[in-house]
């Protein structure tokens, strides 16, 4: 039976439709065996020899091994970690830059500045998310206070007397004293420095009778009994010093720290942006990595995409209420 015109009419678009169909498997199927065909870059945007870096080159390692590539970590510091993280935004979408982003490049900072050179959501794509590092208060061994309940008792009788220390204005630990002033109704005084370093070494001296800080950098003053350390600013205690009671003990709902996560510059190639993904998830679950982790207070995450994605939707807007209601503002 011969076929109608406009049946031949339609065999043409179908034929190559099917084709354009085979040629885009082909060529997705193409681009993930293909990848990667060199050394790929890690940006983290922060100096050299902190947590953030440490985190970083311990899974590059154990993405070059993964990826059978050199996986090299380029730290580009500044602004706030705004100096990396426009680099990494403007890298081309091939699957070769990573970002170590945290909770200031992609949480903080879209509030915090007045305007930014990159979208911390349009100009990425998240790959999952890597650790949280706890915050703690630590208090003088002078101050007449050993929890958190006592603390907010003392405020409240001295309201603008208690002065507190931060990494900085605008600066996680700066927010998470600021949080806890808004759910207290305290008032206290915020005293911003250039790093927790010198504020933890400002704390120990007595000139300051509080700080923010994080596990990281809190933990050796506290073992060795130069330190106080009242709460523990994640929902559940930690592990590292499980006789210390969670801040939201007292305070029902409070959680603030510090977190980190892998990213890529949008518009990535799906096929990539899923097997970092599930590289990144099994290297988050190693024992080898969980140690490494811990020895800068942090603790491995992992999670899809999605829900990295989610998570630092929620962040954002938890902390742009807190830096409104503060004023803090860097520019």
Not at 203 to 231: E, H, S
């Given at each position: 039976?011969?076929?109608?015109?406009c049946e031949?009419k339609?065999?043409l678009?179908?034929?190559?439709?099917?084709?354009?169909l085979?040629?885009?498997t082909?060529?997705?199927?193409?681009?993930?065996?293909?990848?990667?065909?060199?050394?790929?870059?890690?940006?983290?945007p922060?100096p050299p020899?902190?947590p953030t870096?440490?985190m970083?080159?311990?899974?590059?390692g154990?993405l070059?091994?993964?990826l059978?590539?050199?996986?090299?970590?380029?730290?580009?510091?500044?602004?706030?970690?705004?100096?990396?993280?426009?680099?990494?935004a403007k890298?081309?979408?091939?699957?070769?830059?990573?970002?170590?982003?945290?909770?200031s490049?992609?949480s903080?900072?879209?509030?915090?500045?007045?305007?930014?050179?990159?979208?911390?959501?349009?100009?990425?794509?998240p790959?999952?998310?890597?650790s949280i590092?706890?915050?703690?208060?630590n208090?003088?061994?002078?101050?007449?206070?050993v929890?958190?309940?006592?603390?907010i008792?003392?405020?409240?009788?001295?309201?603008?007397?208690?002065?507190y220390?931060?990494?900085?204005?605008?600066?996680?630990t700066h927010?998470?004293?600021?949080?806890?002033?808004m759910?207290t109704?305290?008032d206290?005084?915020h005293?911003p420095?250039?790093?927790?370093n010198?504020?933890?070494i400002d704390?120990?001296?007595?000139?300051?009778?509080?700080v923010?800080?994080?596990?990281t950098?809190a933990?050796?003053?506290y073992?060795a009994g130069r330190l106080?350390i009242?709460?523990?600013s994640t929902?559940k205690?930690v592990p590292q010093?499980?006789?210390?009671a969670?801040i939201?003990?007292t305070?029902?709902?409070?959680?603030a720290?510090t977190?980190f996560?892998?990213?890529?510059?949008?518009?990535?190639p799906?096929?990539?942006?899923?097997r970092l993904s599930?590289?990144s998830?099994?290297?988050?679950?190693?024992?080898?990595?969980?140690?490494r982790?811990a020895?800068?207070?942090?603790?491995?995450?992992?999670?899809?995409p999605?829900?990295?994605?989610a998570?630092?939707a929620?962040?954002?807007?938890?902390w742009?209420?807190?830096?409104?209601?503060?004023?803090?503002?860097v520019d």
């Amino acid at each position: 039976m011969r076929a109608l015109p406009c049946e031949r009419k339609m065999r043409l678009p179908c034929t190559i439709l099917a084709a354009l169909l085979v040629a885009a498997t082909s060529n997705t199927a193409f681009c993930a065996e293909a990848w990667p065909s060199r050394s790929i870059r890690f940006i983290v945007p922060y100096p050299p020899g902190g947590p953030t870096d440490l985190m970083a080159r311990s899974m590059s390692g154990r993405l070059s091994e993964a990826l059978g590539q050199t996986v090299v970590v380029d730290n580009r510091p500044g602004a706030g970690g705004n100096v990396g993280a426009e680099v990494a935004a403007k890298s081309p979408p091939d699957g070769y830059t990573l970002l170590m982003g945290a909770i200031s490049t992609h949480s903080i900072n879209v509030s915090l500045y007045s305007k930014l050179s990159f979208d911390p959501v349009k100009d990425f794509t998240p790959i999952t998310q890597a650790s949280i590092i706890p915050l703690v208060i630590n208090a003088h061994p002078s101050l007449p206070v050993v929890n958190v309940k006592e603390l907010i008792a003392l405020a409240k009788k001295n309201p603008g007397q208690l002065s507190y220390g931060s990494s900085g204005s605008g600066g996680g630990t700066h927010l998470a004293g600021e949080l806890f002033k808004m759910m207290t109704g305290t008032d206290m005084l915020h005293v911003p420095y250039k790093g927790l370093n010198p504020a933890t070494i400002d704390i120990m001296g007595g000139n300051i009778p509080l700080v923010f800080n994080d596990l990281t950098t809190a933990i050796q003053p506290y073992k060795a009994g130069r330190l106080k350390i009242l709460g523990v600013s994640t929902a559940k205690r930690v592990p590292q010093i499980p006789e210390v009671a969670t801040i939201a003990e007292t305070l029902p709902g409070y959680e603030a720290h510090t977190w980190f996560g892998v990213l890529v510059p949008a518009g990535t190639p799906q096929p990539i942006v899923d097997r970092l993904s599930r590289e990144s998830m099994k290297i988050l679950q190693s024992e080898d990595i969980r140690k490494r982790f811990a020895e800068v207070g942090a603790e491995p995450v992992g999670g899809t995409p999605q829900a990295f994605a989610a998570f630092m939707a929620a962040e954002t807007i938890k902390w742009a209420k807190v830096i409104k209601a503060s004023g803090a503002r860097v520019d």
